[in-house]
Structure formats: C-alpha cells, structure tokens
C-alpha cells in the first residue's frame, strides 16, 4: 500500500506541475518618422495591450492597467538632470510607479535645459534625436545599457509585470537596439531588435512586448544603440556607430509573485528524484501483487 501511494504521489506531482512553455507574446513594433503620429498607433495597441487605465502614481498593487513614464516633469523650463544607478526615482514618493533602473555606466540623464535633447553633452544631438511625448528624453551614462526592474510602486518589494515597451529615437541600424525580457529566474522570454527609423535623423521607433499568461515579466534588458553619448562621439552609422536614446516607457501594473508554489525548475528535480524510485518501487510489487 505504501509503494502504491508513493506512485500516486508522483503522478500527481506531474499531474499538477506547471507548464514552463509560455504561449506567443503580443509584440507590437514599429520604426517611424520624426512626427508622433507615425508610431502613435502602435503605442496605443500596446497600451490597450497592458491594460486601462494609466494608473499614475498610485501606491500598489493595483488589480489592473498600466504605468507610464514619459521623464516630461517639469516641462520645458526644467534643466538636464542626472541620476546615479540604481535610479529610484520613479519608485520614490511622490513618483510612485514601480520602476527602477540600473546600468552598467555612471548613472542615467533625462534632457533639459539648457541645450534640450542632450545638447550640453554634444551640440550636435538635438539635430539627431527628437521627442515622442515633448520636451524630454532619457539615455544611460558611459554606457547603451539599461536594466528595468519592477516593485511593487512605492514600496522595495520586488515586483513582476505583464509586458514592457519603449520608444527610441533616432535607430538607423536594424542590429544597434535590443530590448530581453527575463523572468523571475532569470530565463530569456524574449529577444528582439527594434526597427530602425523611417528618415535619416530625429526618426522615432517603438518596440513593445506583452505576454497573455500575466505577470511574468521580471527584468528587462535594453541597449540603445552601439555607442554611448560622448562630447567627441558623433552618430555615423555609416561606420556602424548608431547613437540611440530612448523616450516613453510603458509596462503592465506590477504585481506580485506567486508564493507558495515552487518554481518549475524545483518541480523537475523533484519529479527527477521521486518518478524513478516510484517506479522501482512499484515493479518489485508486480510478482506479489500477480499472485493474487
């Protein structure tokens, strides 16, 4: 009886383990012009995607919708910033929307005054990049990389989230931006490149991700373009160097993990373990239990 249920254990095991295959995510992308509206279709899709509403800077987990960040605050008058790594700013009261970033390079800048669109660091870039949402764009520091994480907004709680997009200007090269999306144990959902912009210079491009099985989403990986922004660095793609920063981010409302439940990774060495020895178990029965 004790060797029959040990096999039953294990065949529930298998029974009730969650698949670790994902359905096809929704991928909304798009390379544009210098005008909005070229891209701004797409980036709606991909808001109704994650959800209504915009949730601002409520404190969560909300039930449903979405956040954004568009780095506009303080409008035209406000003066080129910079942030160190990890940026928490936009999980920190009173911006309280989930999101912290982190790179490889010094810190981050969101573009201002007094030369917008990253002008004080080249005088050649507002010639280059242009605006989805005006008057202000975001680009990591003596680096192309960017890590999203998630929390739980306005909290330090680690958080997952349904989906994730960005918008990125000036993308000449079909290889120079890509955008990863990981889950919680760090295993790649998907790698994708954005598309490269319609015109040579100021071109916006969109590239969103959202996955149908809900928050599965942990971090996401971007690098924009090959080169950082240097005061000696100037956009030549011809030469493969394609300067590339990056406007509106959008993602899904972070929500917590599921607790309780082991990780697939756990099941499988479970099932490892348990299905063999089941089955040992189980043929020694056979010639006791074939006597009747």
Not at 122 to 134: A, K, L, Q, V, W
Not at 257 to 285: C, D, F, M, Y
Request: aromatic share 8%; net charge negative.
């Amino acid at each position: 009886m004790r060797d029959t249920r040990i096999l039953a254990a294990a065949v529930a095991l298998v029974i009730i383990a969650p698949a670790t295959a994902f359905a096809a995510p929704i991928i909304r992308s798009v390379g544009g012009s210098a005008d909005p509206v070229s891209i701004e279709g797409t980036v709606n899709q991909f808001r109704a995607d994650l959800g209504i509403p915009n949730n601002g800077n409520a404190l969560g987990p909300l039930a449903d919708g979405r956040r954004e960040i568009n780095w506009d605050g303080g409008g035209d008058a406000a003066p080129a910033t910079q942030f160190p790594t990890p940026m928490e700013t936009f999980n920190t009261a009173p911006v309280t929307r989930g999101g912290v970033f982190t790179t490889s390079g010094s810190g981050f800048e969101i573009s201002g005054q007094p030369a917008p669109e990253f002008g004080d660091i080249n005088p050649t870039y507002p010639g280059i990049f242009s605006t989805f949402s005006s008057p202000r764009l975001f680009t990591p520091l003596d680096s192309t990389r960017t890590d999203v994480l998630f929390f739980i907004p306005g909290t330090d709680t680690r958080a997952l989230s349904s989906g994730f997009g960005a918008v990125f200007t000036d993308v000449d090269l079909a290889d120079s931006t890509l955008m990863q999306f990981f889950d919680q144990n760090g295993g790649l959902l998907e790698s994708l490149f954005v598309e490269e912009g319609t015109v040579a210079d100021g071109s916006l491009s969109f590239l969103g991700v959202s996955f149908t099985e809900g928050a599965i989403l942990s971090r996401v990986r971007i690098t924009s373009g090959t080169t950082p922004l240097g005061a000696a660095t100037n956009d030549d793609p011809a030469n493969d160097i394609d300067l590339v920063v990056m406007d509106d981010f959008l993602y899904g409302e972070p929500q917590l993990a599921a607790q309780g439940v082991p990780e697939p990774s756990t099941l499988a060495l479970l099932l490892a373990g348990l299905l063999p020895a089941a089955l040992i178990l189980w043929r020694r029965r056979l010639p006791h239990l074939s006597t009747g």
